[in-house]
């Protein structure tokens, strides 16, 4: 189905694009038989539509797959925390998502921001990220995950 969406919006491109350069070289050339006026509506109607319309579902596709790549990311860090008593470290999350540090620990700000986890220091001096204790208060059924 993504595939076909992008095929689509492709075509709906290259549609809109000629139909927009026919017109301009049909009036550049004096080949058309309309007025001013009706060639601006076909040209709106006709080539800014199409076109408008299939960079919409380009741009749509692609943040959609960003969201899922993003949730997927999430789902991931949640579960490497929830096996570690809702704990990760940075360098934890790196290895999970195979991934560098600076990637990992973007990740997980943005998670802490969303307050998803929060950042606390364990008595060694190490930076960690612990789950929420508002989430961690939801507690699963026995033999069921919270992700």
């Known amino acids: 189905m993504e595939k076909f969406k992008k095929i689509s919006s492709v ?3 290259i549609f809109g694009l000629l139909m927009i350069a026919g017109m301009i070289l049909g009036r550049d050339h004096g080949t058309s ?3 001013l006026a009706a060639d601006l509506v076909m040209v ?3 080539g ?3 076109l408008l319309t299939g960079i919409f579902m380009i741009r749509s596709a692609n943040q959609n797959k960003k ?3 993003i949730n997927q990311t999430e789902v991931a860090v ?3 925390a929830q096996a570690q008593e809702g704990r990760i470290t ?3 999350a790196a290895l999970s998502l195979q991934t560098s540090i600076a990637e990992a620990k973007e990740v997980l700000d943005k998670m802490q921001s969303n307050s998803i986890f929060e950042i606390a220091l364990t008595e060694d001096g190490t930076l960690i990220y612990q789950i929420n204790q508002s989430l961690n208060r939801i507690k699963p059924e026995k033999g069921t995950n919270l992700v």
Do not use: D
Request: proline letters at 5%; aromatic letters at 0%.
């Open 90 to 92: 940075i360098a934890e």
């Open 11 to 13: 075509i709906l491109i």
């Open 78 to 80: 949640l579960r490497q």
């Open 67 to 69: 969201r899922t790549t």
């Open 33 to 35: 038989k309309n007025s």
């Open 44 to 46: 709106v109607i006709v």
């Open 48 to 50: 800014l539509v199409p």
